[in-house]
């Protein structure tokens, strides 16, 4: 198997290590938004004529799907 060379992941895991829990906490909120964001805008740009409303429950309704899905 052809593994894609990663040439700063060793650099990667020492700025990991080096963060503290605080720092780490928020860098996780903050991807944990980024990828909520990047979600809202797919299903904006997939649906693009709903209403407000009816666009916030669907986007309420997909979360809700994806919610523990891992568990």
Do not use: W
């Not at 209403?51 to 916030?56: A, N």
């Amino acid at each position: 198997m052809d593994i894609k060379p990663r040439p700063n992941h060793a650099r990667y895991l020492e700025i990991l290590r080096s963060m503290t829990s605080d720092e780490k906490f928020r860098k996780v909120c903050e991807m944990s938004d980024f990828t909520k964001a990047l979600f809202k805008q797919g299903l904006r740009d997939a649906f693009p004529d709903l209403s407000d409303d009816e666009f916030h429950r669907l986007y309420l309704d997909r979360l809700a799907k994806c919610h523990n899905s891992n568990y």
